[in-house]
């Protein structure tokens, strides 16, 4: 469910391109807050903690938090012992990855800026002194940093966009390296697991939304961010390492999968303008019951259709409902947890419509910068997710219908689509 580009994703040169920022020196660095949280990670700890002890960053100027997150795996016992210039808060279950973030901020105090880090990352030298700079210069409000897989021959993210219901897309991801990722840039988002922002402007923009838990958190944000009249950058010379998706790759496929399903749509929901929502939200939530759809394993469903019966069922009424009964209570209808945990996705948002309005009603009244400047930073907003035909028919009916490609016209003729 995670999005990936299959190729390089470019708009046309210029597009987003900015110049790139001159290293700090020393005289101009800010104080720094890194928030690292952590859930029965311990086996990346060492690698985290001990690159960003080789920083070429003065150690006055920044400190470590790590949020744990009701580990059971020794994790905190480990800081305690080797990592002494950590400061440990320990939460006694897993919060999610919104709040333990939210937590992490709270602790910074009076630090200019907010590093947030993935605990499965390991930084270059230079990497805090290059993610803050742009912040620091007055460019940006936001970075977000490159990527690369642990080896560092590929990208894992050269910064961000999506579709037009929401489906993030981390730039270059699984792509070679190459010098088009080496150009500094207008990102609609900072990736979550390597970013750096300004703690007035965090603060001001809400945080992290809590309500999502994880995943699609850090997308919403840098998309609130836009709306409320900031800016982020990709900063090339900032450069991580990641195991990618290391710890949700234990996690139940189900319980990812409405998280995954649900925060698009949250997103999409808070952040369009009124126009633009009116037209994509009945496309958002019919894509999305195609996709549980086809998750249930449904098919045809012939057992569902009058047309295929041949005579009435047999025996009385009562008999009929003793076998319906039978049929649920030994699980012969229910649907798969994959497709159950869509429909939990969807009715999260329609279940719930005056509380997400009033949410959204928050967002849009502190609205300074219009849909129009901010839907260039999607990279490829008519990216169709899906391969399966009906799912392509109805994506590509719903955009003429809805008239999707006069919203994001200019913007449809990349030459590269993600995928999956």
């Known amino acids: ?25 020393d005289s101009q660095l800010p104080k720094v807050s890194i928030i690292i949280l952590n859930w029965n990670g311990r086996h990346h700890l060492p690698g985290c903690f001990e690159s960003l002890g080789a920083l070429d960053y003065p150690e006055a100027l920044y400190r470590i938090h790590l949020i744990d997150n009701g580990s059971d795996d020794g994790s905190v016992e480990l800081i305690r012992r080797d990592f002494s210039n950590v400061e440990l808060h320990q939460n006694d279950r897993n919060l999610g990855f919104s709040r333990g973030c939210n937590q992490g901020s709270e602790l910074a105090q009076d630090d200019e800026i907010l ?9 270059d030298t230079s990497f805090l002194r290059r993610l803050v700079g742009p912040i620091v210069r007055g460019q940006c409000e936001a970075t977000t940093a490159k990527m690369l897989s642990w080896d560092g021959q590929r990208i894992n993210s050269a910064g961000g966009g999506m579709n037009f219901h929401g489906i993030g897309i981390q730039r270059g991801y699984e792509e070679e390296l190459a010098e088009t990722y080496d150009q500094a840039r207008l990102s609609l988002f900072a990736c979550g697991g390597a970013m750096a922002m300004d703690a007035e402007v965090f603060k001001e923009v809400g945080r992290f ?3 999502f838990f994880a995943y699609y958190e850090d997308v ?14 990709y900063v090339p010379e900032a450069v991580c390492y990641h195991h990618h998706s290391s710890t949700s790759g234990r996690v139940p496929i189900e319980r990812l999968r409405v998280l995954q399903v649900r925060n698009p749509l949250l997103a999409c929901f808070k952040n369009y303008d009124d126009v633009n929502l009116v037209r994509i939200l009945p496309s958002m939530l019919a894509l999305a019951t195609r996709r549980c759809y086809l998750a249930s394993g449904l098919g045809d469903a012939p057992d569902y259709r009058i047309e295929n019966m041949c005579s009435l069922p047999s025996g009385s009424w009562l008999g009929r409902c003793w076998s319906a009964l039978k049929a649920r209570l030994t699980g012969v209808q229910s649907l798969p ?19 997400w309005s009033a949410r959204r009603a928050d967002v849009q009244g502190k609205r300074r910068r219009s849909d129009e400047e901010i839907l260039r930073l999607f990279l490829h907003p008519m990216w169709c997710i899906e391969q399966e035909s009906g799912y392509r028919e109805l994506h590509e009916g719903l955009a003429k219908f809805a008239g999707l490609e006069e919203i994001f016209a200019g913007l449809t ?8």
């Open 220 to 233: 919403d944000l840098g998309w609130r961010t836009w709306v409320m009249g900031y800016s982020i950058r």
């Open 115 to 123: 590093v947030f880090l993935n605990n499965d990352i390991r930084v």
């Open 413 to 420: 003729h990349l030459e590269h689509e993600p995928r999956s």
């Open 337 to 355: 947890p994959v497709a159950a945990a869509d429909l939990v996705a969807i009715n999260d948002l329609v279940g719930r419509w005056e509380h």
């Open 1 to 25: 469910m995670s999005t990936s580009p299959k190729g390089p994703i470019e708009v046309p040169p210029g597009h987003l391109d900015v110049p790139s920022t001159p290293p700090l020196d």
């Open 209 to 211: 939304d809590e309500e």
